[in-house]
């Protein structure tokens, strides 16, 4: 790569340098040209006061020729009536060349001619005169090629050195350019980043963010592999523990009994694992799209009271419902299941006694959702991390409670689906509270 951009470079610069002197050479010439019609105005001006005075051009016309003039006097018919430099009796009728056909039509005119003996350039420059004839002034000079000759050398040496400069230029740019995305690429993780270019600087810092990301990414899945393993290895062997002694026929019919309720309890819980494992895949997929429409939101909370009614009254828990009818732009089932993980979480790790109290209100046009509880509450340095997957604040407790340490992971992936936020604010030993604004 870094051959090619400083081939590309070389290439452009060297472009850049002829296109740089051709263009240079040419103002040059027309400066040259314009500034040579200016020299031969003068000199017509000059001459045209004496123009009857041909004797008097005569006597000139050494110092003409060392000049590099040439004066002629052509009549009203073309016929040259004098010529410093040639003989006006060996001349042609002037009445068809260029300058002078202009002269007589618009006054002055104008035109260059090369020499095909000596390979000079000779300007014109034609004025009419009041009697209508037309004096002509010219001079000789090189031709931008003889001046291209006489200069090539110096040219050549300026590009060469110009060439040189740009592909010194060049190797430096292309490896202060491409110095700190080699470095990044062999040293991803390292915290320390030399001064680049402000324009690459937010490349830099996308391919940095992308790398944690990946390694953020991994590490969790690594993590929720794990975690998921051992959760489903728990009660596996328990089953297989229980269903190894019935078959045996070690256990009684009364441990049979009890051995083949602890069976269904692991099932149940394994069941529900794996539907939130499911649900949790189904929510991480980033081409999943879920269809929205109006929900209200008080009437799908006394949905899941109702649901929840007997479980809550299993554990002596009060369920209380408060607020108003509230619609918000949502998905009804993903709605179901936040519900559902919030009361489940308030009845799982409440006080018997104790009591969950899910609200419903409009806060300033957006749907507030709060679910509070009077359970065993959580400590600071735990909250942070609630809604981590498999985090349990009290790990016993959960899995005896049927928990599967999923419920809050859900709930923090349907917020996100909603660009909803999330609030949490709970005390140990007095309660919990979960708030929702859609």
Request: charged share 25%.
């Amino acid at each position: 790569m870094k051959k090619r951009l400083n081939l590309q470079f070389i290439m452009a610069s060297s472009f850049a340098v002829v296109i740089t002197a051709v263009v240079s050479m040419m103002l040059f010439y027309n400066i040259f040209k314009n500034q040579v019609y200016d020299d031969i105005k003068d000199y017509t001006h000059i001459i045209q006061a004496f123009h009857q005075e041909t004797q008097e051009w005569e006597k000139n016309r050494l110092f003409l020729e060392e000049s590099g003039l040439r004066i002629t006097l052509i009549r009203k018919d073309g016929s040259v009536e004098y010529d410093s430099s040639v003989n006006q009796q060996e001349m042609e009728n002037h009445k068809d060349r260029p300058e002078i056909k202009e002269a007589g039509d618009f006054g002055e005119g104008t035109a260059v001619r090369r020499s095909a003996t000596n390979s000079v350039h000779t300007f014109y420059y034609a004025k009419r005169l009041e009697n209508g004839d037309i004096i002509r002034i010219g001079k000789d000079s090189e031709n931008i090629f003889q001046m291209l000759k006489h200069t090539g050398v110096l040219i050549a040496v300026l590009s060469l050195f110009s060439v040189l400069l740009c592909g010194i230029l060049s190797r430096y740019l292309t490896k202060r350019l491409l110095s700190p995305i080699e470095k990044l690429a062999s040293n991803l993780d390292g915290g320390h980043q030399e001064s680049v270019y402000e324009e690459i600087q937010p490349f830099i810092q996308t391919i940095r963010k992308q790398h944690f990301n990946i390694l953020d990414h991994a590490r969790m899945r690594q993590e929720f592999t794990a975690n998921v393993s051992h959760e489903l290895k728990t009660p596996l062997t328990a089953i297989s523990g229980y269903a190894e002694l019935i078959e045996s026929g070690m256990a009684g019919e009364k441990d049979s009994k009890r051995f083949a309720g602890e069976i269904h309890s692991c099932s149940n819980r394994l069941l529900a694992l794996i539907n939130d494992i499911l649900k949790l895949s189904e929510l991480d997929a980033k081409e999943q799209e879920f269809d929205f429409e109006q929900v209200d939101l008080y009437q799908a909370a006394e949905n899941c009271l109702d649901m929840m009614d007997m479980q809550a009254a299993k554990q002596g828990i009060t369920l209380e419902l408060k607020g108003k009818s509230c619609m918000i732009s949502a998905n009804r089932e993903l709605i179901d299941e936040l519900l559902y993980n919030l009361c489940s979480n308030g009845v799982r790790y409440n006080c018997r006694g104790g009591k969950v109290t899910v609200t419903v209100i409009s806060e300033n046009g957006r749907g507030l959702l709060s679910v509070k509880d009077t359970g065993i509450g959580i400590s600071k340095e735990h909250q942070e991390r609630i809604f981590e997957r498999f985090y349990r604040v009290d790990k016993g407790r959960s899995r005896q409670n049927g928990g599967t340490g999923l419920g809050l992971a859900i709930v923090k992936h349907i917020v996100a689906q909603h660009k909803a936020e999330i609030m949490l604010e709970s005390q140990p030993g007095v309660g919990t509270e979960v708030k929702v604004l859609f």
